[in-house]
């Protein structure tokens, strides 16, 4: 969900720094093939951190409706993108969300969107997990939500140890998931299939 309106000015100050960066490694920022980059490169990066002008609860908050049903609910493979806050190079990867209503449950559409509020920042992985399923105990009543998250970071593949099969596999969890590993297996079970 790329944000196509930026404000001109930020656009601008943006730019002025990728332009004397390109300067910094030794490019001409003149030449034909990177005259508009810097524009670009601002628009960009303003799309890829819009979490930072989401506020998450707020995306839950506008659809959390009653429901009676007290079995898992999962919404699997929410693809996402981030930045590394340590190298401010892209992670991506899948999410998969898992919670048990206690009289409530949240529009489908919300968890994807949820997703995008936290990851589209500059972020880890680890946290990036924890940060979604806090958010959903805070949101509504469960009796317990659990978070996967598999990524893999181009921060280990093209630079460092050069990993190019690695992925990292983080999960956070929360209410009857802590306290039942079972729960947490049939969890694992239902979204490996």
């Known amino acids: 969900m790329p944000n196509q309106q930026h ?46 002008r ?18 898992m609910v999962i919404v699997k493979d929410i693809e996402f993108y981030s930045m590394c806050e340590h190298h401010i190079l892209p992670f991506f990867g899948k999410v998969s969300i898992g919670y048990i209503p206690d009289g409530k449950m949240i529009g489908l559409s919300k968890l994807a969107r949820i997703v995008e509020g936290f ?6 992985q680890e946290r990036l997990t924890a940060q979604i399923c806090k958010l959903l105990s805070e949101a509504m009543p469960t009796k317990g939500v659990i978070v996967s998250c598999t990524g893999e970071h181009l921060c280990m593949k093209m630079r460092g140890v050069e990993k190019q099969d690695a992925a990292t596999a ?24």
């Not at 990728?18 to 490694?25: H, N, S, V």
Request: aromatic fraction near 8%; avoid cysteine; glycine fraction near 6%.
């Open 7 to 52: 404000d001109e000015k930020l656009v601008s100050e943006i730019a002025s720094h990728y332009e004397a960066i390109l300067r910094l490694i030794g490019e001409d920022p003149t030449r034909e093939g990177l005259r508009k980059t810097p524009v670009r490169a601002a628009k960009a990066l303003l799309d890829i951190t819009q979490g930072y």
């Open 54 to 71: 989401i506020d998450p609860m707020e995306v839950a908050q506008k659809a959390i409706f009653q429901y009676e049903g007290s079995k």
């Open 119 to 124: 990851a589209r920042r500059l972020q880890v």
């Open 170 to 193: 983080t999960y956070d969890y929360i209410g009857m998931f802590a306290s039942d590993p079972a729960l947490r297996a049939e969890f694992r079970s239902l979204i490996s299939n």
